[in-house]
């Protein structure tokens, strides 16, 4: 059975909803909790692209029985009074882009919702809620810079299998990647510059991404080239000479090649080489989480302390800041034109 709006009327007035998506989050830094989170993140065959029965077997048998508990910790030690850093900048980007596109659109015109790809808020309930108030043209926006299958396309998948349920599907567009477009790194050249003021500027700066399977790019996936290219834009908008800066990819999961340079090795190589201080920034991450806040600014400024660094400094992500908001709404507005009637 097909469902509908529930309180459908034929007269209704045509609405635009802007569903704003990220990776999501677990509902608590518990064991049981990130159990339920990482078996539905691990088994999208998006993320892990090996035969079902044999990742079956290693995801119940194994992973699910360690990681839980390892991932908790990690959690607990980012964790906040108002939730996970990625769901509260997530919803202060939601209120921010609601409040900019009302002023200038009008806010009976266009919703934007928050939905995450693995927990809550489902992508599912985002959809619904947009569907409640009364939006049959649907904008989808990963906030996802750089396209890959294991993120965008994931994204697709879990809004057109929501579709499948419903009586009337909305119009649809959705962005798939702004790794290059001006407002954004404009945000991101503003931010750097906003550190070097307060801080001082390092002898090199670091772009961390993270990272996908070698294999993958092998297979055709642009990740890595969108990276590049973002990494190069904001090297000119800061001024940057060859050397002052580089691209490297972070968080590996399993025993298989990965695309390179690593982060935590790229680290411990400039300490030893004498490099003594480095800033970090991740254009890839739209909002602070565990992969900035625990592997970025501890685990591997560890790295680099203990291999000889004298200073490191974690650039935060753009996260709610007004110049992120007035860039995502820049990249909002041109597909928000030309719905028709």
């Given at each position: 059975?097909?469902?509908?709006?529930?309180?459908?009327?034929?007269?209704?007035?045509?609405?635009?909803?802007i569903?704003?998506?990220?990776?999501?989050?677990p509902?608590?830094?518990?064991?049981?909790?990130?159990?339920?989170?990482?078996?539905?993140?691990?088994?999208?065959?998006?993320?892990?692209?090996?035969?079902?029965?044999?990742?079956?077997?290693?995801?119940?048998?194994?992973?699910?029985?360690?990681?839980?508990?390892?991932?908790?910790?990690s959690?607990?030690?980012?964790?906040?009074?108002?939730?996970?850093?990625?769901?509260?900048?997530?919803?202060?980007?939601?209120?921010?882009?609601?409040k900019?596109?009302?002023?200038?659109?009008?806010?009976?015109?266009?919703?934007?919702?928050?939905?995450?790809?693995?927990?809550?808020?489902?992508?599912?309930?985002?959809?619904?809620?947009?569907?409640?108030?009364?939006?049959?043209?649907?904008?989808?926006?990963?906030?996802?810079?750089?396209?890959?299958?294991?993120?965008?396309?994931?994204?697709f998948?879990?809004?057109?299998?929501?579709?499948?349920?419903?009586?009337?599907?909305?119009e649809?567009?959705?962005?798939?990647?702004?790794?290059?477009?001006?407002?954004?790194?404009?945000?991101?050249?503003?931010?750097?510059?906003?550190?070097w003021?307060?801080?001082?500027?390092?002898?090199?700066?670091?772009?961390?991404?993270?990272?996908?399977?070698?294999?993958?790019?092998?297979?055709g996936?642009?990740?890595?080239?969108?990276?590049?290219?973002?990494?190069?834009?904001?090297?000119?908008?800061?001024?940057?000479?060859?050397?002052?800066?580089?691209?490297a990819?972070?968080s590996?999961?399993?025993?298989?090649?990965?695309?390179?340079?690593?982060?935590?090795?790229?680290?411990?190589?400039?300490?030893?080489?004498?490099?003594?201080?480095?800033?970090?920034?991740?254009?890839?991450?739209?909002?602070?989480?565990?992969?900035?806040?625990?592997?970025?600014?501890?685990?591997?400024?560890?790295?680099?302390?203990?291999?000889?660094?004298?200073?490191?400094?974690?650039?935060?992500?753009?996260?709610?800041?007004?110049?992120?908001?007035?860039?995502?709404?820049?990249?909002?507005?041109?597909?928000?034109?030309?719905?028709?009637?």
């Amino acid at each position: 059975m097909f469902t509908v709006k529930s309180s459908f009327e034929h007269e209704d007035q045509c609405r635009t909803g802007i569903l704003l998506t990220n990776l999501g989050t677990p509902d608590a830094p518990t064991p049981k909790a990130l159990k339920r989170y990482l078996k539905e993140f691990l088994w999208d065959p998006r993320v892990v692209e090996e035969p079902r029965w044999k990742w079956w077997l290693i995801l119940n048998a194994v992973i699910l029985n360690i990681r839980p508990s390892r991932s908790a910790k990690s959690y607990q030690s980012v964790w906040t009074d108002k939730g996970s850093p990625l769901m509260v900048h997530s919803l202060d980007q939601q209120a921010g882009l609601q409040k900019l596109l009302g002023e200038s659109v009008g806010s009976e015109h266009v919703h934007v919702e928050l939905a995450m790809r693995y927990g809550n808020p489902s992508i599912a309930a985002g959809l619904q809620a947009l569907r409640e108030k009364g939006c049959s043209r649907v904008l989808v926006f990963p906030l996802y810079p750089q396209y890959s299958a294991s993120t965008t396309a994931s994204t697709f998948d879990a809004v057109a299998d929501e579709f499948k349920q419903w009586r009337r599907v909305p119009e649809l567009r959705m962005i798939s990647s702004y790794h290059d477009h001006p407002a954004y790194i404009d945000a991101l050249a503003t931010s750097v510059r906003k550190h070097w003021e307060t801080h001082g500027r390092a002898d090199r700066l670091l772009m961390s991404f993270h990272g996908i399977p070698q294999r993958y790019f092998d297979n055709g996936d642009p990740y890595p080239c969108m990276c590049s290219k973002t990494g190069r834009l904001l090297a000119e908008a800061l001024e940057l000479k060859e050397g002052e800066w580089f691209v490297a990819f972070q968080s590996r999961f399993g025993r298989e090649k990965w695309i390179t340079p690593y982060t935590d090795e790229t680290l411990k190589t400039w300490a030893a080489e004498g490099i003594g201080r480095v800033d970090v920034i991740c254009p890839g991450f739209s909002a602070d989480c565990l992969e900035t806040i625990e592997e970025i600014s501890v685990e591997n400024r560890d790295y680099f302390m203990e291999a000889g660094g004298k200073s490191f400094h974690y650039i935060p992500a753009l996260n709610s800041d007004v110049t992120h908001i007035k860039a995502l709404a820049d990249i909002l507005k041109p597909h928000l034109e030309g719905w028709g009637k």
